[in-house]
């Protein structure tokens, strides 16, 4: 551990008196810094966009598989240095850190728009509410809907940068280790370059070795893709019910190496909360549940006279969790809150009387800012006051004319979306855990009954509403991530929304033919009737299903809601305990509700054991090379996802091309399990 120690306000004028300073910090800001005669250039804006557009491939496929995707900062950030630094040599220009960090701000903005295409436009399809199930008659309508998706929240995220980037100072866990990243891999010497040199090996190496693993679960899926471990263990002590853990419940250990990278970067409290929740829902509660007659099983969103599944069950009291969760830790901060509130105002009173011609109005607050941009460098207002207008109108015309979502409706998802843009970005600054499911299931609530004869209206404003504020929070969640990173290395905000912008664009020509690509080799994306199908979709399931119950006649058990009620409060006083009362030391090893809330409505458990798997690969390793885990620990991690994801997207072009040929080895009698 770093040491620390106290230094002057005066030398460092961003820390308040009395705080804790890094050591490390403080030499690494003493070193001479690299002359970069620009920040922004096309060369890192376009390598940056297309390597996003590979995270993107790789984030419809995890998001169809597992319902969950993953930021390409540390992706964008190391194999972009390595492609603009022989760029760099080659032309014989400069290229440094800053650059570097337009690189993979460009690639997080690519790679990072999937949200939609991973669970209400194909719960839209799954539900017959579109014209056809076919994606290619609604060209027009994807596209318009993904530009609306793709610039509101970019917009979004520059007014929110103030707060949780400079005077919440959130860690940030990926956008941290990103920038860390950056600054090992420009720091001068042999000793650094070779290091960047391993780094790239490294994430070469995790790259294709897990994409070649995913491929070879397509053919080989007993040993590459699938370990029915409990299986074979109840079959030979002739126990049925450990052989239904894993054939009913998901007890099997999978390959899952997008998991296995995320476990390495993720806090051990964290997956120790995910997995606990898991355990608690489908491995103890749920089955207990199920066994009494008093639940269906473990998925599935069956309509009254039946209570449930302990997917839909447990669905309710984890989505109250994570809301209350991330709701407390706003709490905390009330103060900040408070004051980034009425600087909003102030500055918004002073840009109408500049427009009057009238004398700005005098800043009597007490409260200095801690932001250290040259004014010169930071983001105008009119941009993102411009920005959001005209996207929100563009989002106007769009939900009405292509959706026929009432006006009211999106304006009300549109202010709402701000609103839970906070709850997402204090979640994801805090834990790295981006909660845009339970927000969207906050949504989908909330416009449960709009008033209108057609139910097809009804269901459609409900996800699309819900649509529009999960696509606004993730896409703030990453836009401010990537501030984030800037901050650390001290580069341009205006630099990096540039670079948004570029990657913007490429985010929306890429993810409507990836989505087409995937819905062509596996039409049970779109169609639910289709019972085997090669995705889980546990997400487009629970967008349909909760649209369902919320619209028509279902409701939420009783005793789900009173689960709800006793874990939100659990969580009020978790989050209190935490802030107020547990020591510093002690916060890292607290139970993370939040995380335990993920767990109770992911039913694929077979998640727990990659995750975990991860953590302990991680640990292990940091514990005998603490050295070389810090430096390469990242590249590894980043190598995985985007490799699982690459794998799953040329399976989609194999099995399009009609290759499906596999053989059944360790699938169990007859292949059932394969």
Same mark, same amino acid.
């Given at each position: ?134 994606? =290619? &008659?609604?060209?027009? +309508? ?10 509101? %929240? !970019? #917009?979004? $995220? *520059? ?23 950056? =600054? &090992?891999?420009?720091? +001068? ?10 780094? %790239? !090996? #490294?994430? $070469? *190496? ?469």
């Amino acid at each position: 551990m770093s040491e620390k120690t106290e230094y002057p306000l005066e030398k460092y004028s961003s820390k308040k008196i009395g705080d804790a300073i890094d050591l490390d910090e403080i030499k690494e800001e003493e070193e001479e810094e690299i002359f970069e005669p620009q920040q922004f250039t096309w060369r890192a804006a376009i390598v940056g966009s297309l390597l996003g557009c590979v995270v993107a491939a790789s984030n419809l496929y995890l998001g169809l598989q597992i319902g969950w995707t993953f930021g390409a900062s540390l992706w964008g950030s190391i194999f972009g240095f390595l492609i603009l630094k022989s760029l760099a040599r080659v032309t014989g220009t400069i290229f440094g850190p800053k650059e570097n960090c337009v690189c993979q701000t460009a690639a997080t903005s690519a790679g990072g728009l999937s949200s939609g295409f991973v669970t209400a436009i194909p719960a839209m399809y799954r539900m017959g509410l579109m014209e056809t199930r076919d994606p =290619k &008659n609604d060209v027009a +309508a994807l596209i318009l809907w993904t530009i609306c998706s793709a610039f509101f %929240g !970019m #917009f979004y $995220a *520059i007014p929110l940068r103030s707060y949780f980037v400079i005077n919440q100072n959130l860690p940030f866990p990926s956008p941290r280790a990103a920038a860390e990243t950056i =600054k &090992n891999l420009h720091k +001068a010497g042999s000793s650094a370059a070779n290091d960047a040199r391993k780094s %790239g !090996m #490294f994430l $070469a *190496i995790s790259f294709f070795g897990s994409m070649v693993w995913g491929v070879a679960g397509k053919f080989i899926p007993g040993i590459f893709d699938s370990i029915h471990f409990l299986y074979y263990i109840g079959k030979a002590a002739g126990s049925a019910a450990v052989m239904g853990a894993d054939t009913a419940w998901g007890w099997y250990f999978n390959w899952e190496w997008a998991f296995i990278g995320a476990g390495f970067m993720t806090p051990g409290s964290t997956v120790a909360s995910f997995i606990l929740g898991q355990i608690a829902a489908f491995g103890i509660a749920g089955p207990l549940m199920t066994s009494s007659g008093y639940l269906t099983g473990k998925s599935g969103y069956p309509l009254p006279p039946a209570i449930g599944s302990a997917q839909s069950w447990f669905l309710w009291p984890g989505v109250a969790m994570m809301v209350v969760c991330s709701f407390s830790e706003l709490g905390a901060q009330a103060p900040g809150i408070y004051r980034g509130l009425r600087r909003g105002v102030f500055e918004a009173r002073n840009k109408i009387r500049k427009l009057q011609k009238k004398e700005p109005l005098e800043n009597n607050s007490r409260h200095v800012s801690n932001d250290p941009t040259p004014q010169n460098e930071r983001i105008p207002t009119y941009y993102w006051v411009i920005g959001i207008t005209a996207s929100a109108l563009l989002t106007i015309l769009v939900m009405g004319l292509q959706f026929h979502v009432p006006v009211y409706a999106t304006i009300g998802c549109l202010i709402l979306s701000f609103i839970l843009a906070f709850i997402a970005l204090q979640s994801s600054g805090e834990t790295d855990i981006n909660p845009t499911g339970a927000i969207a299931k906050v949504t989908q609530l909330v416009f449960a009954r709009i008033p209108n004869d057609d139910i097809k209206i009804v269901q459609k404003t409900n996800l699309m509403c819900a649509n529009i504020v999960a696509s606004v929070c993730s896409q703030s969640v990453d836009m401010v991530g990537d501030l984030k990173t800037a901050q650390l290395l001290r580069a341009s905000p205006k630099a990096m929304f540039w670079a948004q912008m570029v990657g913007s664009v490429f985010a929306v020509a890429v993810a409507i033919p990836l989505f087409m690509v995937y819905t062509s080799a596996y039409p049970c994306i779109l169609d639910e009737s289709i019972e085997d199908c090669k995705f889980a979709t546990p997400s487009v399931n629970a967008w349909a299903n909760v649209c369902r119950l919320l619209t028509g006649t279902g409701k939420v058990p009783h005793e789900s809601m009173i689960a709800s009620v006793v874990l939100a409060v659990l969580s009020v006083v978790s989050v209190i305990i935490r802030v107020k009362f547990l020591p510093d030391a002690w916060k890292p090893y607290w139970i993370n509700l939040n995380a335990v809330g993920i767990g109770f409505i992911n039913p694929s458990n077979y998640l727990s054991y990659a995750f975990g798997l991860g953590w302990l690969l991680s640990a292990i390793w940091r514990r005998t090379s603490r050295e070389s885990h810090e430096k390469f620990m990242y590249s590894v991690a980043g190598g995985l996802i985007a490799g699982s994801g690459i794998a799953g997207l040329i399976k989609a072009a194999l099995t399009i091309g009609g290759i499906d040929n596999f053989l059944l080895v360790g699938c169990g009698d007859g292949g059932s399990l394969c």
